[in-house]
């Protein structure tokens, strides 16, 4: 048994590079942004002011890398000001021209109008990553035209980059949840998830849809959290949600869901149909923003004992009094607040994050003239409470000391809790397609029910089963406090986690969960290494073959090296030797002896066919296919590679990579009438060229089946024989080329067509 945050896992695959660098929070990133003309201030003012369209800057440079023509605007609602001399930036860089910074073509950089210390948002950012899925944040010193505007908080933007990167799509319906225009004292329109019929227009107000379609989703989300609380885990990852509930409520983050505006989240639906919350905008927590909606919070002392159950009964939120008023989610958020508690205040580690930030932002922050606050108050805020400046902001230790101390003595969070352990399993490493038991100790409470969250593929929502102390379960003998659930080992990674509950209180195991869980690694029959080879690679298609949606695309073809059918069962392909598992085969999938199976490396993994979600480098890379456990397959190497031409192994799935011409899923042994071995020694083609008929015949070993393909890869012709000595191939109504054709499938002739 293992235990993975999930965060650790999901960026291994493709990210993990890029927030080691745009977003590493060790270092200040630079940003100088070259405007043609001079007054560029008025023309982001003027923008802002009425279309919030983009001007473009003549340059941008990022840690030293130059991009031309990119766009640039003022951001934000209540931190822009046009007298403000720093405003929050937005900098797109594929505005006008097709650019990324690794990956990343948005730069989101805030002003800090409202955070004396500069840590809120990273430090919230940092705090809440370790529950849910959430931007990356660090910093950067940003210049124009050469003057030094100051240091910025750079926030990761919630994009269609990231919900692929979290949730593994990003074409489904998709919202920003902020009211149009931004909120303020004067709105009426909120995005609190209050069922308002059925009528689009009633809450286009509210909400931003960032996605083609959706409206009639975010309906349906309304109305089943109002109306049908019952079946809220359907169409709401409500593990999530009630993560979000209980950070906004420990760190007193209150422009937000659980604040006055209901705002700052994003939903995202997935493709099991749920949507998915996602914090952003946290430059005011730690008690900046103290508007409740509700209850006043007039002082710092209030602010630290603000009710862990803000909002459990009232209507104008929904989605706190619909959760919380079912008595086992109630105790799934105090479980999650008691965590968020225990391991970031009670520990102080909060503490020694924040100090890390000032440490290495100190230097910057002096330097900045056009920052809001003193540097004196940059230091003293982080425990001394400040009144002055645009807003009143507490001291960040002397609220969160004094929160977590009133917190923790509350019922809701002395009140024993079940203890879980001795987790086992009643097959270390069960083979797959096996039944395996979980159990464990659960003891110290008079538990009411104990659940097993599982799943097979990290892209699923977890199923949950109720666990047994009966001696039915494989679970001991009844009322030993072994509790027992079987499962169905359906794939050589699964993940699980534990929940028991009493009448009072919750715990999880591990803490983190759904986030972070364990895992359970089968063993698998497995295949010698180079029984099935990569056998061609093209990194640059342009113009060759296109896939079932009429794309051109990167691609991968294997070869079966063997004389058996071969299970691609649990293996898997990938672009990197750090993640041997970015992409696994459908389970069942099989390649014939001696056949060929193509992959496309396009990332679109919605279309048809086999699509992986990875792209292939025309500068060079690798391709490997492995096994989960490190087995490795097959593996190559490849440098940059020619537009349009393949890099195949000649012969077929044993030989040495060489440059040539593609042969899309079939033989790369492109030689004429001459062939290797007896059938091909004796098999003849004529006419070739031929306008006509194509006649192959063989004198000694029989023709069984002949296929004709064009250079783009497209089968025109296939036919089975029974063992014929002669066959005729009517090729007279194809248009004057070169073609392709093979003969008992693993013989390949070039006939050209005049």
């Given at each position: 048994?293992?235990?993975?945050?999930?965060?650790?896992?999901?960026?291994?695959?493709?990210?993990?590079?890029?927030?080691?660098?745009?977003?590493?929070?060790?270092?200040?990133?630079?940003?100088?942004?070259?405007?043609?003309?001079?007054?560029?201030d008025?023309?982001?003012?003027a923008?802002?002011?009425?279309t919030?369209?983009?001007?473009?800057?003549?340059?941008?440079?990022?840690?030293?890398?130059?991009?031309?023509?990119?766009?640039?605007?003022y951001?934000?609602?209540?931190?822009?000001?046009?007298?403000?001399?720093?405003?929050?930036?937005?900098?797109?860089?594929?505005?006008?021209?097709?650019q990324?910074?690794?990956?990343?073509?948005?730069?989101?950089?805030?002003?800090?109008?409202?955070?004396?210390?500069?840590?809120?948002?990273?430090?919230?950012?940092?705090?809440?990553?370790?529950?849910?899925?959430?931007?990356?944040c660090?910093?950067?010193?940003?210049?124009?035209?050469?003057?030094?505007?100051?240091?910025?908080?750079?926030?990761?933007?919630?994009?269609?980059?990231?919900?692929n990167?979290?949730?593994?799509?990003?074409?489904?319906?998709?919202?920003?949840?902020?009211?149009?225009?931004?909120?303020?004292?004067?709105?009426?329109?909120?995005?609190?998830?209050?069922?308002?019929?059925?009528?689009?227009s009633?809450?286009?107000?509210?909400?931003?849809?960032?996605?083609?379609?959706?409206?009639?989703?975010?309906?349906?989300?309304?109305?089943?959290?109002?109306?049908?609380?019952?079946?809220?885990?359907?169409?709401l990852?409500?593990?999530?949600?009630?993560?979000?509930?209980?950070?906004?409520?420990?760190?007193?983050?209150?422009?937000?869901?659980?604040?006055?505006?209901?705002?700052?989240?994003?939903?995202?639906?997935?493709?099991?149909?749920?949507?998915?919350?996602?914090?952003?905008?946290?430059?005011?927590?730690?008690?900046?923003?103290?508007?409740?909606?509700?209850?006043?919070?007039?002082?710092?002392?209030?602010?630290?004992?603000?009710?862990?159950?803000?909002?459990?009964?009232?209507?104008?939120?929904?989605?706190?009094?619909?959760?919380?008023?079912?008595p086992?989610?109630?105790?799934?958020?105090?479980?999650?607040?008691?965590?968020?508690?225990?391991e970031n205040?009670?520990?102080?580690?909060?503490?020694?994050?924040?100090q890390?930030?000032?440490?290495?932002?100190?230097?910057?922050?002096?330097?900045?003239?056009?920052?809001?606050?003193?540097?004196?108050?940059?230091?003293?805020?982080?425990?001394?409470?400040?009144?002055?400046?645009?807003?009143?902001?507490?001291?960040?230790?002397?609220?969160?000391?004094?929160?977590?101390?009133?917190?923790?003595?509350?019922?809701?969070?002395?009140?024993?809790?079940?203890?879980?352990?001795?987790?086992?399993?009643?097959?270390?490493?069960?083979?797959?397609?096996?039944?395996?038991?979980?159990?464990?100790?659960?003891?110290?409470?008079?538990?009411?029910?104990?659940?097993?969250?599982?799943?097979?593929?990290?892209?699923?929502p977890?199923?949950?089963?109720?666990?047994?102390?009966?001696?039915?379960?494989?679970?001991?003998?009844?009322?030993?406090?072994?509790?027992?659930?079987?499962?169905?080992?359906?794939?050589?990674?699964?993940?699980?986690?534990?929940?028991?509950?009493?009448?009072?209180?919750?715990?999880?195991?591990?803490?983190?969960?759904?986030?972070?869980?364990?895992?359970?690694?089968?063993?698998?029959?497995?295949?010698?290494p180079?029984?099935?080879?990569?056998?061609?690679?093209?990194?640059?298609?342009?113009?060759?073959?296109?896939d079932?949606?009429?794309?051109?695309?990167?691609?991968?073809?294997?070869?079966?090296?063997?004389n058996?059918?071969?299970?691609?069962?649990?293996?898997?392909?990938?672009d990197?030797?750090?993640?041997?598992?970015?992409?696994?085969?459908?389970?069942?999938l099989?390649?014939?002896?001696?056949?060929?199976?193509?992959?496309?490396?396009?990332?679109?993994?919605?279309?048809?066919?086999?699509?992986?979600?990875?792209?292939?480098?025309?500068?060079?890379?690798?391709?490997?296919?492995?096994?989960?456990?490190?087995?490795?397959?097959?593996?190559?190497?490849?440098?940059?590679?020619?537009?349009?031409?393949?890099?195949?192994?000649?012969?077929?799935?044993?030989?040495?990579?060489?440059?040539?011409?593609?042969?899309?899923?079939?033989?790369?042994?492109?030689?004429?009438?001459?062939?290797?071995?007896?059938?091909?020694?004796?098999?003849k083609?004529?006419?070739?060229?031929?306008?006509?008929?194509?006649?192959?015949?063989?004198?000694?070993?029989?023709?069984?089946?002949?296929?004709?393909?064009?250079?783009?890869?497209?089968?025109?012709?296939?036919?089975?024989?029974?063992?014929?000595?002669?066959?005729?191939?009517?090729?007279?109504?194809?248009a004057?080329?070169?073609?392709?054709?093979?003969?008992?499938?693993?013989?390949?002739?070039?006939?050209?067509?005049?």
């Amino acid at each position: 048994m293992k235990q993975f945050l999930f965060s650790l896992l999901m960026f291994a695959v493709g990210s993990a590079a890029h927030c080691q660098s745009l977003y590493d929070p060790n270092t200040v990133q630079d940003i100088r942004v070259v405007f043609a003309e001079t007054n560029w201030d008025a023309l982001l003012d003027a923008q802002a002011q009425s279309t919030e369209d983009y001007i473009s800057a003549q340059s941008v440079t990022i840690n030293g890398t130059v991009f031309n023509n990119v766009g640039v605007k003022y951001k934000g609602n209540s931190t822009y000001n046009p007298n403000n001399q720093k405003n929050p930036l937005h900098i797109e860089l594929d505005t006008y021209q097709n650019q990324d910074y690794q990956g990343y073509t948005d730069i989101k950089l805030s002003n800090v109008a409202y955070d004396p210390t500069f840590v809120r948002e990273p430090l919230s950012y940092s705090i809440l990553r370790q529950y849910m899925h959430a931007p990356e944040c660090n910093y950067a010193n940003v210049y124009i035209n050469g003057a030094l505007m100051g240091v910025y908080v750079s926030s990761e933007s919630i994009s269609k980059k990231f919900v692929n990167n979290h949730f593994y799509s990003n074409t489904n319906s998709f919202f920003k949840c902020n009211p149009i225009g931004g909120a303020g004292p004067g709105s009426s329109s909120y995005p609190n998830l209050a069922y308002l019929g059925t009528t689009i227009s009633s809450y286009e107000p509210a909400y931003e849809m960032n996605s083609d379609a959706g409206w009639e989703d975010l309906i349906n989300l309304t109305n089943t959290l109002s109306n049908n609380t019952a079946n809220i885990e359907s169409i709401l990852d409500v593990d999530r949600a009630l993560w979000m509930l209980a950070f906004n409520n420990v760190l007193v983050n209150l422009d937000s869901y659980s604040g006055s505006f209901k705002q700052n989240y994003y939903l995202y639906k997935d493709d099991n149909g749920r949507f998915n919350p996602v914090v952003w905008d946290l430059n005011m927590s730690f008690g900046v923003f103290s508007s409740t909606g509700t209850i006043p919070l007039n002082n710092t002392t209030a602010k630290k004992q603000m009710t862990h159950l803000l909002h459990s009964a009232d209507a104008a939120w929904p989605l706190i009094q619909k959760l919380l008023g079912v008595p086992k989610y109630k105790r799934m958020y105090l479980a999650h607040m008691a965590t968020i508690l225990n391991e970031n205040f009670a520990n102080n580690s909060y503490l020694t994050k924040a100090q890390t930030y000032q440490t290495l932002i100190g230097p910057s922050v002096q330097a900045d003239t056009k920052k809001f606050y003193t540097y004196a108050q940059f230091t003293s805020n982080l425990n001394t409470d400040m009144t002055g400046g645009p807003n009143s902001a507490p001291g960040i230790t002397n609220l969160m000391s004094g929160r977590n101390t009133y917190l923790q003595a509350l019922p809701d969070f002395t009140a024993t809790k079940p203890v879980i352990s001795n987790i086992a399993l009643s097959t270390p490493n069960p083979m797959v397609n096996s039944n395996v038991t979980i159990t464990a100790n659960v003891v110290n409470t008079n538990a009411t029910a104990v659940y097993l969250g599982y799943r097979a593929n990290i892209r699923l929502p977890f199923t949950k089963v109720l666990m047994y102390d009966d001696g039915l379960h494989n679970d001991g003998v009844a009322a030993d406090n072994v509790y027992g659930a079987s499962i169905l080992v359906s794939n050589t990674y699964m993940q699980y986690y534990l929940y028991a509950e009493n009448n009072n209180a919750g715990i999880f195991s591990p803490e983190r969960a759904e986030h972070e869980f364990y895992t359970l690694q089968a063993d698998y029959p497995t295949l010698n290494p180079g029984d099935i080879a990569i056998n061609e690679i093209m990194a640059q298609n342009t113009t060759t073959i296109t896939d079932a949606d009429g794309e051109y695309e990167d691609w991968i073809e294997l070869y079966n090296n063997t004389n058996s059918t071969l299970s691609l069962d649990n293996l898997y392909l990938t672009d990197t030797n750090t993640n041997l598992i970015k992409w696994g085969f459908p389970s069942g999938l099989t390649i014939e002896p001696h056949g060929f199976l193509t992959v496309w490396a396009d990332e679109d993994l919605t279309q048809s066919g086999l699509h992986a979600d990875f792209k292939l480098s025309a500068s060079g890379e690798s391709v490997i296919l492995a096994y989960p456990d490190g087995t490795i397959v097959d593996s190559v190497d490849f440098g940059a590679q020619t537009a349009n031409m393949g890099y195949a192994r000649v012969p077929d799935g044993t030989g040495s990579f060489v440059i040539q011409a593609p042969s899309y899923n079939v033989t790369n042994n492109l030689l004429a009438v001459q062939q290797l071995g007896s059938f091909n020694e004796n098999l003849k083609s004529y006419p070739n060229p031929t306008s006509g008929v194509l006649t192959l015949s063989n004198s000694v070993f029989p023709i069984e089946s002949a296929r004709v393909y064009n250079l783009q890869g497209q089968l025109l012709f296939a036919a089975e024989y029974p063992k014929q000595t002669q066959i005729d191939v009517d090729m007279a109504t194809y248009a004057n080329g070169m073609y392709i054709v093979v003969v008992n499938k693993n013989t390949t002739l070039k006939i050209i067509k005049n």
